[in-house]
């Protein structure tokens, strides 16, 4: 087995730490325009529980981003998840959808934050994928996004499988 770095060997070897060990800094970022105001709860809800199960409290962070015709930080980054959990309560239902200008902000949050070490960075959305209002292109979101060095994870809340289970 041999280990490359863009199809060379490593030059030298400084510092090696399993990757599921690094501290997560997410970017939460959830849709709250008109087109996702009947699954708005669900949304919430699924945004609250990843969250509660993904973070380690203490060594893993995360901001809390909505976004409609405007784009809102709602929490900035903290290691509180009780403060995240706030954020995502304070979530107000809006009207147009300004998805790539989200994608933008939270991509520039995850480069701009300094890092005391390596870390995993995540911009993690849930949406229904559609924008019908941000200044950015599509083009600048992915650029914004690559230069992050995100992964990106995203939930379709258009799904609606899942909707059931949360109306009561």
């Known amino acids: 087995m041999r280990i490359l770095d863009n199809h060379l060997p490593p030059a030298k070897w400084n510092y090696f730490e399993p990757h599921t060990d690094l501290p997560l800094r997410v970017i939460l970022m959830i849709d709250t325009s008109g087109s996702v105001t009947s699954r708005f709860r669900f949304e919430q809800e699924t945004a609250r529980a990843f969250l509660k199960r993904v973070l380690r409290p203490g060594v893993d962070e995360a901001s809390v981003i909505a976004f409609d015709s405007d784009v809102h930080e709602l929490q900035p980054l903290t290691t509180d998840v009780d403060k995240i959990v ?3 309560d304070r979530m107000r239902p809006g009207d ?19 890092a005391y070490g390596p870390l995993r960075r995540v ?41 059931k289970n949360y109306r009561r």
């Not at 599509?138 to 799904?159: G, H, P, T, W």
């Open 86 to 88: 706030m954020g995502i």
């Open 96 to 114: 147009e959808t300004s998805f790539y200008d989200a994608v933008v902000l939270g991509s520039m949050k995850l480069a701009e934050e300094p």
């Open 123 to 163: 911009l993690m959305i849930i949406s229904d994928g559609v924008d019908n209002q941000s200044h950015a292109s599509l083009q600048a979101a992915e650029e914004a996004a690559m230069k992050s060095e995100a992964v990106i994870l995203a939930l379709d809340s258009s799904f609606t499988g899942s909707e």
